[in-house]
């Protein structure tokens, strides 16, 4: 058994096994307890895949199901469930570029990447560095590593760093007041740097180290151990900025966390 159970004071591995949640099942006996098995395509075909699949349009992006406001810009709600979807179906379903609905969705995120390398759009005009994060950790988990245009996305979010070695959402260095933030979060607004010599933010870091993590070299990297060592630092501590400060973060867990 690895050691990282002997530090745990709860076996958790009964429950797991125990839970009837096959794609749950699969994980537990391939990635805690590191035992051989099938091939992931047997949660390929489960119902609740199945039933995801069916809300995805022909552009690859998924249906948002909830109401819609005018907002800025006009792919802003098909980015935002696609990302959603993209997650259990590559994170908990194990799921590659080889399904061609995967393919579709994640050539739709690729659309939303600009010319500088990020992938822009949930926070209108402006620069979203953890969400580039988060969905270039799952393309890479989807058999994108070596696309060019994963390696464009680490080129910004290495270019987009604080002085100190971390990351922070740039809009946030400004002293912008949350009303004016909210404004140009969904407005056709010129994109705004950031100041760089601002502190890092563990919050975001987190999300972006998630790419770093999932890549068989940027994990290795240096930029990649300098923010891990960072965030290290910020344990059990309110963030440096205003979002998630409370104690009761600090130790939640949950799946999925949006």
């Known amino acids: 058994m690895s050691t990282w159970l002997e530090q745990l004071r709860y076996d958790p591995i009964a429950p797991l096994l125990g839970c009837k949640i096959d794609a749950v099942v699969y994980h537990t006996r391939r990635d805690l307890l590191g035992e ?20 995805q349009q022909p552009n690859g992006a998924f249906f948002y199901p909830g109401k819609r406001v005018p907002v800025h810009p006009p792919h802003y709600y098909d980015l935002l469930e696609t990302w959603k979807q993209f997650r259990y179906l590559v994170d908990q379903y194990a799921m590659t570029k080889a399904n061609p609905a995967v393919e579709r969705a994640a050539e739709f995120l690729f659309s939303c990447q600009t010319s500088e390398g990020d992938i822009r759009g949930l926070l209108g005009n402006q620069y979203a560095t ?10 890479i988990k989807a058999g994108y590593a070596k696309d060019t245009r994963v390696r464009k996305a ?18 946030l260095t400004l ?14 607004a010129e994109t705004l740097r950031g100041d760089q010599a601002k502190p890092f933010s563990h919050n975001w870091t987190g999300m972006i180290l998630r790419a770093f993590a999932a890549h068989p070299q940027q994990r290795k990297s240096k ?3 300098t923010a ?9 501590k309110p963030d440096v900025y205003t979002s998630y400060q409370s104690p009761e973060y600090w130790v939640r867990f949950q799946y999925p966390f949006w």
């Open 36 to 55: 051989r098995v099938r091939p992931a395509r047997q949660l390929w075909s489960l119902t609740d895949v199945e039933k995801r699949l069916r809300k």
């Open 130 to 139: 953890y969400y580039t994060g988060a969905m270039t950790g799952l393309l």
């Open 154 to 171: 680490f080129d910004w979010l290495l270019s987009m760093r604080q002085d100190d070695g971390g990351w922070t959402i740039p809009i």
């Open 175 to 188: 002293g912008l007041n949350k009303a004016e933030q909210a404004r140009l979060f969904g407005a056709d």
């Open 223 to 225: 930029a990649a151990r």
């Open 228 to 236: 891990a060592r960072l965030l290290k630092t910020r344990f059990f």
